[in-house]
């Protein structure tokens, strides 16, 4: 497994920008498939967005689509999620997350459980 780090999270006002970081040492992120899942309270985790390692191809779930990019910064290792116009809705702890295996991200929602190792996660509150 590898060892992720998210970072970035914090309170933001509705229609605000955030940027979570997500970082590995000892390693090559841009060797993995990454995915971004996000949970609230009382509901279940959410895949918000995937970027596959070989192609770079990127999935994002509808109700972030047009809101939020995820990208990679390779001279950082890291993978970076902008969230823009964010909502109250998009309140939730957040979590980078790498499969061991080769996984494509596709049209749709990543499965939590095709992926394996999980960083600590970051809160985002959105609020007035």
């Known amino acids: 497994q590898v060892q992720l780090v998210e970072s970035g999270g914090g309170l933001v006002q509705p229609g605000g920008s955030l940027r979570l970081s997500c970082a590995a040492s000892g390693f090559s992120l841009k060797r993995y498939t990454i995915g971004w899942f996000r949970q609230a309270p009382g509901k279940e985790r959410e895949g918000v967005s995937c970027i596959t390692q070989s192609d770079g191809y990127t999935y994002y779930a509808d109700s972030v689509k047009g809101r939020f990019t995820i990208s990679r910064d390779n001279a950082k290792n890291s993978v970076n999620l902008q969230m823009n116009n964010l909502k109250p809705e998009d309140t939730a702890v957040y979590y980078c997350?790498?499969?061991?295996?080769?996984?494509?991200?596709?049209?749709?929602?990543?499965?939590?459980?095709?992926?394996?190792?999980w960083g600590q996660g970051t809160q985002v509150t959105v609020s007035s």
């Open positions: 997350t790498a499969p061991d295996l080769i996984y494509y991200c596709s049209e749709h929602e990543p499965d939590a459980r095709d992926f394996d190792s």
